[in-house]
């Protein structure tokens, strides 16, 4: 006898095959809705509108299960709605306790592979709602010490979505569940960036030529560029943070269009007040619920702050793999940590594969932004039939870049070392030092200097000391990288740092002011 195994267990019942081909299935129950009658597994937390969303919406094979925050954002959504029809006194405190006590539950991480909906779906993510409220609902029933089903004691739609619509439920709960995975992906990206910081301290006295357009620019040190990719990734970090304020505004209460129909008077405040305290983000009502219910302005702007990530992420991948090019014939003033063979013909050849990989994720966020915006734009009226791809879009972005960016920093930046002597040789040869030579030499004579190094195909050092433009003393001090790569001092200016010279201005004033 064979047992088939299945993706997702819970999906369907074990098949058994025998000689014969005889098939035997697991004990059912019956539950019925507005379509009918429907056996579903005895042993199955969900019910038979996740059992028809199961048979209908089979796209991605991707459950809510598969982002355990998404879970577990669904279980404080309804955990405080609980609450609050508790403090109205909606909800007996009986049954508030077997919620409570489900609730928790999956918030610790059980019961989880009973939300089974795939991610795509129609009807506005109401398959999405009603398998939350049918789990739930059934784990609470199974706490009380009743059986699945007994949906007199406690029921899906009359007490899990007891005062809210799938239109509120939905969107704030993929906004806790986007608040949630962001935190995750904004410590790995804080990570990533202090690990380009230390790699800037590691080269800050090693010299090399910028370049702008691809050409010859002027000196600067390889700390300085590689403190400029922390810096920028500190940025988008900074504007992803930033975002999740659009997230923080919900509109649980809003019911069906944002009326508040079915609600009680004052639930949605309170609900408000205790999301907030479970999720510990600053959660709070919309100004208006009708237009929160409609809009979808919240995740185009968190979107929009992801995008910005991926974008900076990926300039500096491809300005990565443009450094590391070589190596005989490239650039090559840095080495990649060689981590796997780069080609099944070529002997030899080593890829610079973890930038290409975070290009690869940066180039799907930057795609699932559009998605976003034309699922956000095409809604109609009071309701945002789209969300769910929206959800989709954006969470698939930030599993991406959670698990991504930690290979990227573990498997390449932390292992990058600098080619000391290209780096050197780029330095004595290159033209684009005669910017630095401006203020001792002048414009016209540097100008000359770099036309005959071009012509000659000499270095601009090499030239200098042909023509004993400058003494050895003087190039050593011209070569000075805290010298090149920083402002020009003015002849006889003070060399106080400008913050003592505010500081010694203030005094003056002060001086001034006692004198008069």
Do not use: W
Request: glycine share 8%; proline share 5%.
């Amino acid at each position: 006898m064979m047992k088939i195994k299945l993706r997702y267990p819970a999906l369907a019942l074990i098949i058994v095959s025998s000689v014969g081909n005889s098939l035997f299935a697991q004990t059912t129950r019956t539950e019925k809705d507005l379509l009918g009658e429907k056996q579903i597994p005895a042993d199955a937390y969900y019910g038979v509108q996740t059992a028809r969303a199961l048979e209908n919406f089979q796209v991605s094979g991707v459950p809510t299960s598969f982002y355990p925050d998404y879970v577990k954002a669904y279980a404080m959504v309804k955990l405080a709605a609980a609450r609050a029809n508790a403090e109205d006194g909606r909800l007996k405190p009986e049954k508030l306790a077997a919620i409570e006590k489900a609730c928790l539950a999956v918030m610790d991480g059980k019961y989880h592979e009973h939300f089974l909906v795939d991610l795509y779906q129609g009807g506005a993510g109401t398959s999405a709602n009603m398998n939350a409220n049918e789990v739930l609902a059934n784990i609470a029933l199974e706490m009380s010490g009743h059986k699945k089903g007994e949906y007199q004691f406690i029921e899906p739609h009359d007490d899990l979505n007891m005062g809210q619509s799938t239109n509120d439920v939905y969107p704030t709960t993929l906004h806790v569940a986007m608040l949630l995975h962001n935190d995750k992906v904004v410590k790995e990206a804080r990570a990533l960036s202090a690990a380009f910081h230390k790699k800037g301290d590691e080269f800050k006295n090693l010299l090399k030529l910028g370049r702008t357009e691809g050409q010859d620019a002027v000196p600067m040190t390889l700390g300085q560029e590689f403190h400029a990719f922390g810096y920028q990734i500190d940025a988008a970090i900074d504007a992803l943070v930033k975002s999740e304020a659009y997230l923080y505004e919900e509109n649980m209460g809003a019911t069906a269009i944002g009326t508040g129909i079915t609600a009680s008077p004052g639930y949605a405040e309170k609900c408000a007040v205790h999301l907030a305290k479970i999720t510990g983000k600053p959660m709070h009502l919309s100004k208006d619920l009708v237009a929160a219910t409609s809009s979808m302005q919240g995740f185009v702007m968190f979107s929009g702050a992801m995008k910005n990530l991926a974008i900076t992420l990926s300039k500096i991948s491809s300005d990565l793999i443009f450094l590391a090019s070589g190596p005989r014939t490239g650039i090559f003033e840095i080495n990649l940590p060689p981590i796997q063979p780069g080609s099944s013909i070529m002997p030899g050849k080593v890829n610079p594969v973890m930038p290409e990989l975070m290009n690869e994720i940066c180039f799907k966020a930057i795609g699932n932004d559009m998605t976003v915006t034309m699922a956000s734009q095409d809604g109609l009226l009071q309701l945002n039939a789209y969300e769910p791809v929206v959800a989709v879009a954006i969470m698939e972005s930030q599993g991406l870049f959670f698990k991504g960016i930690p290979l990227f920093r573990k498997q390449c930046i932390e292992g990058i070392t600098a080619n000391e002597k290209v780096l050197k040789h780029y330095m004595e040869r290159s033209v684009g030092i005669v910017t630095a030579l401006n203020p001792v030499l002048g414009y016209d004579k540097t100008t000359e200097l770099a036309k005959e190094a071009l012509q000659s195909d000499k270095g601009i050092l090499e030239l200098i000391k042909e023509k004993n433009l400058l003494t050895d003393a003087q190039i050593k001090e011209l070569m000075d990288p805290a010298k090149l790569t920083a402002p020009t001092p003015i002849a006889g200016a003070s060399a106080a740092p400008a913050d003592k010279k505010a500081s010694g201005g203030k005094k003056n004033k002060k001086a001034k002011s006692k004198t008069k």
